[in-house]
């Protein structure tokens, strides 16, 4: 993995460690305190905003702030950036701009402070991985890489991990039928084994992603994406178990058979 060049590029290496820095101090802390949105939401977070407004507005930061960066770059149409930038958008296009869309609920509500602390992360995370695959990354300058091991895997891991993230919404989606309300336990698919399928899928995406790109934004990402979802799964499947007796017991949070 290419070393970073902190002296030569100052501002990026402050935004890199404004991420390290946020994954750090979120992880242990989101153990204590769930973050206030879904169906964790409850008053006395400030004032909010409508949910799905609240996520196109937290999520477009990533894929815009990757996508300006990347073309600013001399490499922007080598190859293997191309791959990793269609990765990028592939998950974050979806994201950000249809998938809040389809959520159901109307009415729904998201504190705003945690919108702003999202469009901060994606402003950073989104510019650091674009500039990362275009201008720190000289492996991926050469057709070489299209054939290592390393990049060939890391894809088939993403591209696994996106597979069980969108498989895991679109269950959650049609749980309940139109005009329904409430919470229902969902089966089908990874639910089998784990609470939260789709954050466990988003996890590997970002994994994969790090792999293929083999660079030190992409591995912080995917050990943030970790410390972010793994305690708020931890929450969900304490919530399940409070909310329904009948909750399956052998099901696990995120880890199938571990955790």
Known sequence: MPAF?????????WALVF???FGALSFPALFFVTAPYGRHFREGWGPTIP????????????????AFMFFQSEH???SAPLVMLGLWQTHY???SFIFPLLMRGKGKRKPLMTVVLAILFNCCNGALNGFAVTELAPHLWTNEWLTDPRFLGGLAVFFFGWAMNHHSDHLLRNLRKPGETGYKIPHGGAFRWVTS???LGEIIEWF?????AWTIPGLVFALFTTAN???RAISHHRWYHEKFEDYPKTRKAIVPFLL
């Open 5 to 13: 060049p902190f002296e030569q590029y100052p501002l990026y290496a």
């Open 19 to 21: 991420v390290v820095a």
């Open 51 to 66: 949910a799905k407004l609240g996520w196109i507005l937290m999520e477009a930061p990533s894929p815009i702030g990757f």
């Open 76 to 78: 922007a149409f080598d």
């Open 93 to 95: 296009v979806w994201r």
């Open 197 to 199: 399928p789709n954050y």
């Open 208 to 212: 994969g992603f790090a792999l293929a």
């Open 229 to 231: 979802l793994l305690p």
